[in-house]
């Protein structure tokens, strides 16, 4: 993440190009790692933010492109939990986590595969199918935030929002070799 907010510091990319190739990256994943992608509000935050950085923004939020696990409501996209229950469920209003990320300028690209309603370790069992593992592809990604660590580890988003009760962020980013952290 702080890799991608130095880049734009340094005008070696800006927010829009790096939102536009990530979200290029997204349609050519081969691990199903996202479940839904917001292009055109992703494109607009991308926008935002290369204001605010333009501006003198020090925020190193700002303009970074996150992905947020799919039982974490963001605010016009579907929060299924990987469920077919919840199939048509899109919340009118952002996670608080959510909101401060977007008050900050960070772009979310969108929302990412998980075990069925978070129960699980291998994010194999929700009604999108399996998330694969990016670097072995027979082998699990971990679960149940393994559509987060998959996306972060396949670089299709500089970081993201995953929940943790028994190791569902700390395992996939173990398995996936990225760092994960447990929030407390």
């Not at 992608?37 to 935050?45: F, P």
């Not at 501006?55 to 700002?62: F, L, P, Q, R, W």
């Not at 401060?100 to 595969?113: C, E, F, Q, S, Y």
Request: glycine residues 12%; charged residues 25%; contains cysteine.
């Amino acid at each position: 993440m702080l890799e991608t907010a130095r880049r734009y510091r340094k005008n070696e990319v800006s927010p829009v190009r790096e939102v536009s190739e990530r979200l290029e990256r997204i349609a050519r994943d081969t691990c199903n790692a996202f479940v839904a992608v917001d292009r055109e509000g992703a494109l607009r935050a991308a926008g935002e933010a290369r204001t605010l950085i333009e501006d003198g923004s020090e925020d190193h939020i700002a303009g970074v492109p996150l992905a947020v696990k799919d039982n974490i409501c963001v605010r016009g996209i579907p929060a299924t939990c990987a469920s077919k229950i919840l199939s048509t469920f899109v919340p009118a209003c952002d996670a608080t986590v959510v909101e401060r990320l977007r008050k900050r300028g960070a772009v979310i690209l969108g929302k990412t595969n998980l075990d069925e309603f978070a129960m699980g370790s291998t994010t194999s069992t929700g009604a999108f199918g399996p998330t694969l593992n990016p670097w072995d592809p027979t082998r699990t990604p971990g679960g149940s935030s393994g559509g987060s660590a998959a996306a972060v580890a396949s670089g299709l988003c500089a970081g993201a929002l995953g929940s943790d009760t028994g190791g569902s962020i700390r395992m996939p980013a173990s398995f996936c070799g990225i760092t994960g952290l447990k929030p407390t």
